[in-house]
């Protein structure tokens, strides 16, 4: 487990810089280590403590360490569910209190308002885009939405391989609707839960991408509405809290950054054999899937059904051909 | 209390081993005449006791394969989760071996005789030229070696949609049920085709998941009961009788946590690994990750004793989260009678309590310190200094080294320890009854240093 751990977090950083750089400070939990992080500066929103009083000044760097140590077990716990179990299917047990715990640690951000901050210091202009973290942008709640975040951040469920590939008709499910600010979650989370059919990667990568598109999109992403209402049995797929942002500020062009990046010699020949023209940004978690050892499951697909039945028919006989 | 003795050490010989031959489940038989075990493998070995009280291989069989589910690309463990014993009814022996989706019911049975003096096949087997056969003859029965066959009798495959947990027979012999994650299913023994869903913990919308079914157990006298346990840490009990789909609980057995304590890691600590009701059916055991709690079935609001663990581990529990040591699944167990519980730990130990004397006491069970007859000493963590040499720093604990699962004879006092790829047994040198030391039997000094106060490790 540790190795896996290891290897995976290698990969991570590139993908999520921000990670990287996050800079866990871990104040005064001695046992708390987190080896993939990089020792860095204390955040930014820990600064306004030190104009007040020494005592007062204690406190707040006592309750500045416990924020970042909170947001330490924050990012471990997002980092548990996103790694998967190549082969076999996760625990649910254990990917459900992973999952209470992150809804835990975001509740108590939001009601302490430090929640509002993290998303400032995240969203602000200041930071570059491309160090931005995905998988946080989708935490991140611009301000003018509610102040109720409904969570989640939580990208891939464990879960592994993309088994069908499914055209993302998950992300069907997520309502367009501009008025609703909790929108994501509704139906993203429950469906990865459906065990197996959890693999959060591509489809996330996806769902990260219609949210981002704003209103263009609208029309594709209603497309693969209709679409997952004719194929019932790619339920279940995605676990993410994609919010669909109409016109948020900056993510479009942090994504397209980020996406530029993107080493193309990644691909996988049969990814590109199976169509994935229509796909030109590949996502971090796409990546992250074709370094999956035999496994390379080609999922983003904006146009479904059959594309999506060719690939699953070609992911199949991999499997057969590879096992 | 016991002083623990290692009868039968059935340790691997070699110290590597594969991941195949780690242990996954123990269950002694409703006599103790059998001590079955499953691996990771899908191998099921059972050990008999012998007349002189020793535990020796009696059968070993492959039980479950490792399958591909080809629909959702995973891979299908073959390890085995649980086993129970059917009652005894003929001289053959009947259990169920489950791994995380087929349940099977294997039929054990012995064949020391062997019938000779066929008419139309000769002693190897081939068919006689019926030109040569002359007279008849009945075939008699002869003795030979003794050998034991397992055969499956019934395949329960396709019940469940997510990992099986537990099973549990009922006592009524006739039915049994598998819990998974999300749902308990309850089975006729002789229908393999179908089975009722008495317990659906699956929300409408996946996204209110937040709660899963850790074990589930029957009553061992009431064939309406049944308790299982949850990830949230409450266990419930519900009977049958009242509706078809025990959803609403009869009984909800859960303690307040103090909301001034309340962690990140209190929701994970609190989730029950094991349960086990009494052998009088009178108490519930339930184990979650720091604690073992004993239950009155008619008090719900809390326990009626709690014993700690490893408490010292609760300020580590973030080094433990993140190693995903604080998932593991601790079992638990109860003496013939009652009155002793017991339960492992980490660095190979394991716990035992004494519920009326409130004494307790740390075993090691590792091939270090296990020689045959050799008395088990007992062992003790400290949290800072070592106030003796024996001691064990907090720090060096191996947290790789975890004692999962363990059982108890059902009437004497003697008990099975697997520690990854080996298994103990221990005996009870100076009670082997399964009484209380008094002093004329005892000859010895007590071997135990257990000190009620404070509580030792």
Redesign the interface.
């Known amino acids: 487990m540790a190795s896996i751990f290891v290897v995976s977090a290698e990969r991570f950083i590139p993908l999520f810089p921000r990670l990287a750089c996050q800079g866990v400070l871990l104040g005064c939990h001695p046992c708390f280590r987190l080896n993939m992080f990089s020792k860095g500066t204390k955040r930014k929103f820990s600064d306004g403590d030190e104009e007040i009083s020494d005592e007062s000044l204690v406190g707040a760097r006592v309750a500045s360490s416990y924020s970042l140590q909170r947001q330490s077990l924050l990012d471990m716990s997002l980092i548990k569910l996103q790694l998967c179990h190549m082969l076999v299917e996760p625990n649910l047990c254990r990917s459900v209190l992973i999952a209470n715990t992150v809804r835990q640690i975001q509740e108590e951000m939001t009601h302490d308002g430090s929640w509002h901050m993290v998303a400032e210091a995240f969203c602000s202009a200041g930071q570059s885009p491309s160090e931005r973290l995905v998988a946080t942008e989708v935490l991140c709640r611009s301000r003018e939405q509610d102040a109720e975040p409904k969570l989640f951040s939580v990208i891939s469920y464990e879960g592994c391989r993309e088994e069908e590939v499914v055209a993302d008709e998950t992300l069907c499910s997520v309502s367009v609707s501009d008025t609703v600010s909790n929108v994501c979650l509704a139906g993203r989370i429950g469906q990865c839960w459906e065990k197996s059919e959890l693999s959060g990667v591509e489809r996330d990568e996806e769902a990260l991408e219609d949210s981002r598109l704003g209103s263009g999109e609208d029309e594709e992403i209603d497309t693969k509405d209709r679409a997952s209402t004719e194929s019932p049995k790619t339920i279940g797929q995605v676990f993410g809290t994609f919010e669909i942002k109409n016109g948020s500020p900056g993510p479009d062009s942090a994504l397209e950054e980020l996406f530029s990046d993107v080493d193309t010699s990644y691909y996988d020949l049969d990814t590109m054999l199976t169509g994935m023209q229509s796909a030109p940004k590949m996502g971090p978690y796409d990546i992250l899937d074709s370094l999956a050892p035999s496994h390379s499951s080609p999922s983003i697909v904006s146009t479904p059904n059959c594309r999506s039945d060719l690939n699953e028919l070609d992911h199949i006989m991999e499997i057969i051909v590879g096992s | 209390m016991l002083s623990p003795v290692l009868c039968s050490d059935l340790a691997a010989l070699e110290p590597e081993y594969t991941e195949a031959d780690v242990i996954s489940t123990v269950e002694f038989n409703q006599s103790g005449e059998f001590l079955a075990t499953g691996d990771r493998g899908g191998r099921v070995v059972i050990f008999q006791r012998e007349p002189q009280g020793e535990y020796n291989v009696y059968s070993t069989f492959q039980s479950h394969e490792p399958e591909?589910?080809?629909?959702?690309?995973?891979?299908?463990?073959e390890k085995i989760n649980k086993i129970r014993w059917l009652p005894l009814h003929n001289p053959a022996h009947f259990l169920l071996a489950t791994n995380?989706k087929t349940i099977k019911l294997w039929k054990v049975s012995e064949r020391d005789k062997r019938a000779e003096g066929y008419n139309l096949r000769d002693e190897e087997g081939r068919l006689k030229d019926l030109s040569t056969v002359t007279t008849l003859q009945v075939p008699v029965l002869r003795p030979m070696d003794l050998l034991v066959e397992a055969s499956p009798r019934r395949v329960f495959a396709n019940g469940h949609?997510?990992?099986i947990n537990s099973i549990s027979v009922n006592s009524d012999c006739e039915t049994y049920l598998s819990a998974d994650?999300?749902r308990i299913n309850l089975w006729h023994l002789n229908i393999t085709d179908r089975s009722f869903n008495i317990v659906d913990l699956k929300?409408e919308?996946?996204?209110?998941?937040?709660?899963?079914i850790?074990v589930a157990e029957f009553h061992p006298h009431h064939c309406h009961l049944l308790a299982f346990s949850s990830?949230t840490g409450t266990t419930r009990l519900c009977d049958m009788r009242a509706r078809a789909l025990c959803d609403q609980h009869a009984k909800l057995f859960e303690e307040a946590v103090d909301p001034s304590r309340r962690s990140?890691?209190s929701?994970?600590v609190s989730?029950v690994s094991d349960v086990k009701f009494s052998h009088s059916g009178r108490y519930l055991l339930t184990r979650d990750y720091l604690t073992v709690k004993v239950w009155d079935l008619n008090m719900e609001n809390k326990p009626v004793e709690t014993y700690q663990v490893h408490d010292y581990l609760r300020?580590?529990l973030?080094?433990l989260?993140?190693?995903?040591c604080i998932?593991d699944k601790f079992e638990c167990a109860w003496n013939g009678t009652d009155s002793v519980i017991m339960t492992g730990a980490y660095n190979n130990y394991f716990r035992m309590f004494d519920r009326a004397s409130l004494r307790d006491v740390t075993l090691e069970a590792s091939r270090e310190v296990c020689k045959r007859r050799a008395v088990l000493q007992p062992r003790r963590v400290c949290v800072g200094k070592k106030r003796k040499e024996t001691d064990v720093s907090v720090d060096s604990l191996d947290f790789r080294k975890k004692i999962l699962h363990t059982a108890w004879h059902p009437k004497e006092n003697i008990i099975a320890i697997a520690a990854s790829n080996n298994l103990y047994i221990f005996q009870d040198r100076l009670t082997p009854n399964g009484h209380h030391n008094t002093p004329e039997i005892q000859s010895a000094p007590p071997k135990w240093q257990t000190q009620p106060n404070p509580p030792t490790y």
């Open positions: 591909f589910d080809y629909l959702k690309s995973l891979e299908i463990e995380d949609a997510y990992h994650d999300l929300p919308n996946m996204e209110d998941l937040s709660e899963v850790t990830s990140f890691f929701e994970i989730s300020t580590k973030c080094s989260y993140e190693s995903d998932f």
